[in-house]
Nanobody
Framework: HVQLVESGGGSVQAGGSLRLSCSPS????????MGWFRQAPGKEREGVAV???????RYSVSVKGRFTVSKDYAKNTLYLQMNSLNPEDTAMYFC?????????????????WGQGTQVTVS
């Protein structure tokens, strides 16, 4: 049974930083691609960043240059470092995991999902 548990969300002022963590159980970070998605109230879930099994990364246009996705194999943890946050980044952030080698910023590529962690930027 795979579970993904996110942490690190919170409230921050514009221009600040947060680091989100995703700790899977029943799944290892070298199994497949992993990623972060977000959903703001009244909006569709959107892909933010993904990292393939070979550690290749891709980002949405809105966060590229500000966010960094990474994996720590020793800790079996996925991270999302978020810098220069602005109010448009306010959303529930979800960790996602796949059994595929390569993933795009599409929710359909991912099989497992966490419950989400709230990020609020004011």
């Amino acid at each position: 049974h795979v579970q993904l548990v996110e942490s690190g969300g919170g409230s921050v002022q514009a221009g600040g930083s947060l680091r989100l963590s995703c700790s899977p159980s029943g799944y290892t970070t070298n199994t497949g691609c992993m990623g972060w998605f977000r959903q703001a109230p009244g909006k569709e879930r959107e892909g933010v960043a993904v990292v393939d099994r070979d550690d290749s990364t891709r980002y949405s246009v809105s966060v590229k240059g500000r966010f960094t996705v990474s994996k720590d194999y020793a800790k079996n943890t996925l991270y999302l470092q978020m810098n220069s946050l602005n109010p448009e980044d306010t959303a529930m952030y979800f960790c996602a995991a796949s059994t595929l080698f390569f993933c795009e910023l599409s929710a359909t590529r991912f099989l497992y999902w966490g419950q989400g962690t709230q990020v609020t930027v004011s």
